[in-house]
C-alpha cells in the first residue's frame, strides 16, 4: 500500500518511461536546423512527469509548513496541502527557460572586443525565411523573455497572496503589477499601438486608428481580467484546473489553425502563434499533473498562485501573441461569471466571504449557498431579485409577509445548481467543463466566420502581400 | 509615540520629499537621449524609500503569517518578523523593470504586418556613438531580462527555502537553479566562451583559450558560490546585509574607475560596468532600507531570500559583466569563512545546526560558540586541532587528562571572537564590516595593479585598436 506523498512503483515506472522517451526526442530536436514543435512536446510531457512527481512528494512538507486547508464539502473535511499551484508554476518555468535554446537561433558572436560587446555577430537569417516550422530570429527573444518575466512576477505576488491575508482590494491588481515587465518591453521592443478599424467605423477613423497609451490600458486591463476571472470561478474540486486546460487545449486548437496546412504560407501571424504554443504546450503538461490530484475528491488545493498563474499565460500569449480579442472569446462563461456576481461584488446584495456551493452531509450533494437578508431588501433591490427570479436567474426562499429572507448567490456555479437543482460535487465540475467547452467553440466559430461582417479578412486567410 | 508598524510623521515628510525630487529627476531623464545613470541614482532612492515603509507596514502581517524568528542574542528574546529580505527583493526588481525604458533605446517598428512582426525597425545606432553614457542598443536586453529572469528565480526558490524545510544538501544547489536562465540567455545570445590566457601560460596555451562548457560550469559554480557565501557568513544583526552592501559599493567603485574621465573613451568595457551600476544601484537602495530596520537592534530578520538574493545580484553583474574574477576578490573574507568552515562543513568535526556567536546574558556580550567533543576526537584530529590552536586558529578546552572536550565552532565570527575577546553584538558587526572594506580595496588593488605581472594590461586603460 503506497501512502499519500510516493509514487506506486506502477507510476515510477511509467513516468520514468515517459521522460526517457521524452528525453530522447528532445535531444534529437537540437540538432540542426531543430525541430521546436517537436521539442515543446517532448518538454511538455516531461514537465507533466515532474509536476506530478513533485506535488505528490511535497504533500507532507506543505502541510508541515502550514500550506494546508480543509475540503468543506467532504463528509470529513479532511485537511490536505494548499498552494500546490507554486509547484507547477516552478516546473513550468524552468521548463520554458530550458527550451530557450530550442526556440532560438543561436547567435554566432564572431568577434569581440570583450566585455559582453558583440562586434561581429553572424545571424542566422537565411535558414528562417525557407522553413516553416523554423526557430525564432533574437527579435522575439526579449519578447519571450519578457513573458517569463510577467509569469514569474505573478508567481511571487502570488506566492504573497497565499501566504499573506491580502484584502480583497489590494488582490484583485496583483495581476497589474505582474503585467509591467510585459508592457515595459513591449514599449521598449515593438511598440506598435495602433489597430484594425472594424468596416463600419472605417469611412469615419480610417483603416487603422492609433490607440496609443490607451492601448497599453487595454493590455493591462486584458491582464488584470484574466487572471481575476479564474480566480472568481472557483471553489469546487477541479474546477480551477478543468476550466484552465480547457481554455488552453481550445487556444492550442486556434494556434493549430493557423499553422496547418490549410492555411497559406507564409502567414504573418504563424509566428506568433507558435509563440503561443510554446506557452501553452507545458502549461497544459503541468496542468494535467495538477489536475490528476486535485479532481474530486482532491488530495491537494492549488491556491489562488494557481488562478493566478493560469490566468497570467493567457493574458502573455494572449497579448504577446496579438490576438487578445479571440481570447476573451474564450472567457464567455468567466465574464458572464463576473458580470452575474457585480451586485455582490459591488454590494447591492450582501456579499458573505465564500460564495462556494454548500454541502449537504445527509444527502452528499452539493446545493447552493444563499446569502440572508436579516434585513430585508429595500423596495427597488426587492423588485429586482424578483425580475431574476422571474427569468429564473436565482432562487428566493420568503416568508409569511412575503419579504425576501433568502437569495442565493450569484455565481455560475450556483446558478448552475438553481437550473439542474443538487448534485455531486464531480458531476458540477464536469458540467461546467462542458459549459466551457461549449461556450469556447461558439467563440471560435464566431471569430473565424461572423468577424468577416466586421472586418474585411479573416486574418487566418490573409494572403502575403509581398 | 509611534507603533512599530507605522512611520513617524518626520519619516513620512523626510520620504515623500525625497520620492518626489527624484520623480522629478527621473521625469526628467526620459526626454531626449535620456540620461541612464541619473535615472538610475533616481530609481535607487525611491525604492530605498518604497523598501523602508514596505519593511515597516508589513511587521505585523509578516508575523500573523507566521513569518517569525527570535533573536536569540537578546536578553528577552523577542519575536520579530523573519523573510523580510522577500520584500526588499520585489521592490528592487520592480525598481529595475520599470528602469528598461531609461536603459534602452526605444526601437521604432515603422512597418508591421500584424502578429507581431518587425518587418521594418529603425535603430538609433546613430546616436549611440556619439555619447559617453548613453541608451543601451537592443542586442542588450535579453541579457538585462536574462539577469532580471534569475534575480526573480532566486526569490522564488529562496522564499521556498524559507518557508519549507530544506535539507542543507538540496539548499546549496538553489542558487544553481535560479541561474539557469542567465546562463542559457548567455547561451543563444552571446556564447563567447574564450578567455585571455595569463602571459606566463602563453606559450604554451595561444593568447587566447576557448574553454567551451567548462565556461558555463565556471559561471554557474560563481552562481551557486557567491549567494551561499553570503549565507554563510551570518547570524548576528545585521552582518548579512552590512557585508553586501559593502561589496556593492566597492563593486560600484570598480566600475565607476571605468567610467571615469581617467579611463581612455571609448572603452570596450563601458557598456559592461554601466550594466553593472543599473544593477547594483537599486540594490544599494534597498539593502540600505533593510539594514535600518535589521541594524543591531534587529526589529526585523532579513532571511535567507535576502541572502541568496544579494549573492545572485553580485553574480548576475559579474557574469553578465563580464568581471567575475574581480567580483571573486572581494569576496576574501567569505572564501576564507568557507575555507575555515568546511572541516564542520563535512563533518570531520561535529557540526551543530547553528555555529552562531553565543549570547552571555550576564555581561550582555557575544562570545564564541563551540563544538562539546561527548567521544574525544581521534589521535589524528586531535594532532590538527592542536596544530590550529598553535596558530591561534581555534580555541580548545581540555579536561585533566588532556583530552580536548570542546572546540570553538569554525566560522570567521567565532574566530574573530577568539582573537578580540568577548565584544557587543553591534561591535562585531562593525568589525566585521572593517574586515570586509580593508580585504576588498586590497582585492581591487591587487587586481588593478598587480595583475600586470600575468596579463598584458590592466583592461582598465585598454586603448582603442580602432
Not at 515532474?50 to 505528490?56: G, H, P, T
Not at 484574466?226 to 486556434?254: D, H, K, R
Not at 494535467?288 to 493574458?315: E, I, Q, R
Not at 409569511?400 to 438553481?418: A, D, M, P, R, Y
Request: proline share 6%.
Amino acid at each position: 500500500m503506497q501512502t499519500s506523498s510516493t509514487l506506486t512503483r506502477a507510476e515510477t515506472w511509467r513516468l520514468l518511461l515517459l521522460v526517457g522517451i521524452s528525453l530522447g526526442v528532445l535531444a534529437n530536436t537540437f540538432q540542426g536546423d531543430g525541430a521546436p514543435l517537436i521539442a515543446s512536446i517532448s518538454m511538455a510531457l516531461i514537465s507533466f512527469a515532474v509536476a506530478f512527481s513533485m506535488i505528490r512528494w511535497l504533500g507532507p512538507v506543505f502541510i508541515k509548513a502550514g500550506l494546508k486547508g480543509k475540503d468543506m464539502a467532504k463528509p470529513r473535511k479532511p485537511e490536505i496541502p494548499e498552494t500546490m499551484g507554486a509547484v507547477c508554476a516552478v516546473v513550468y518555468l524552468i521548463a520554458l527557460i530550458v527550451f530557450i535554446p530550442f526556440a532560438f537561433y543561436k547567435d554566432i558572436v564572431a568577434a569581440t572586443s570583450g566585455g559582453g560587446n558583440r562586434d561581429v555577430v553572424i545571424e542566422d537569417q537565411h535558414i528562417e525565411t525557407g522553413r516553416y516550422l523554423h526557430r525564432f530570429p533574437h527579435g522575439k527573444l526579449a519578447s519571450y523573455l519578457s513573458g517569463l518575466l510577467s509569469l514569474q512576477s505573478i508567481v511571487i505576488l502570488g506566492i504573497g497572496d497565499d501566504l499573506l491575508d491580502i484584502r480583497w482590494r489590494h488582490k484583485v491588481l496583483i495581476p497589474a503589477f505582474a503585467a509591467v515587465p510585459m508592457l515595459i518591453v513591449y514599449f521598449v521592443d515593438f511598440g506598435v499601438t495602433h489597430v484594425v478599424v472594424p468596416v463600419p467605423l472605417q469611412q469615419y477613423l480610417g483603416d487603422f486608428i492609433d490607440l496609443g497609451w490607451l492601448y497599453y490600458m487595454y493590455m493591462a486591463a486584458v491582464a488584470i481580467f484574466c487572471p481575476n476571472a479564474i480566480n472568481m470561478l472557483a471553489g469546487i474540486n477541479g474546477i480551477e484546473v478543468a476550466q484552465s486546460i480547457v481554455i488552453a487545449v481550445l487556444l492550442l486548437f486556434n494556434d493549430a489553425m493557423y499553422l496547418a496546412p490549410i492555411t497559406p504560407y507564409p502567414h504573418p501571424a504563424t509566428d506568433s502563434h507558435l509563440f503561443s504554443i510554446y506557452f501553452l504546450l507545458p502549461f497544459i503538461g503541468v496542468s494535467a499533473a495538477l489536475l490528476c490530484h486535485n479532481w474530486y475528491p482532491s488530495k491537494v488545493f492549488v491556491g489562488d498562485t494557481y488562478c493566478y498563474f493560469a490566468g497570467m499565460v493567457f493574458a502573455v500569449v494572449g497579448i504577446l501573441g496579438h490576438f487578445s480579442k479571440t481570447l476573451l472569446l474564450l472567457f464567455v462563461p468567466q465574464i458572464f461569471n463576473f458580470l452575474y456576481s457585480t451586485p455582490q461584488l459591488f454590494h447591492v446584495i450582501p456579499c458573505p466571504r465564500h460564495r462556494l456551493p454548500k454541502f449537504n452531509a445527509a444527502t452528499g450533494l452539493l446545493d447552493t449557498s444563499v446569502t440572508e437578508w436579516t434585513v430585508p431588501p429595500s423596495p427597488l433591490i426587492a423588485m429586482v431579485l424578483d425580475l431574476l427570479e422571474k427569468f429564473r436567474l436565482i432562487r428566493l426562499v420568503k416568508n409569511k409577509e412575503g419579504q425576501i429572507v433568502e437569495s442565493t448567490n450569484l455565481t455560475i456555479l450556483n446558478l448552475w445548481l438553481v437550473w439542474m437543482g443538487p448534485m455531486r460535487e464531480d458531476t458540477l465540475a464536469w458540467h461546467m467543463v462542458g459549459v466551457q467547452i461549449a461556450c469556447g467553440l461558439l467563440g471560435l466559430f464566431v471569430r473565424h466566420r461572423l468577424a468577416l461582417l466586421v472586418f474585411n479578412t479573416d486574418n487566418r486567410t490573409f494572403q502575403s502581400m509581398a
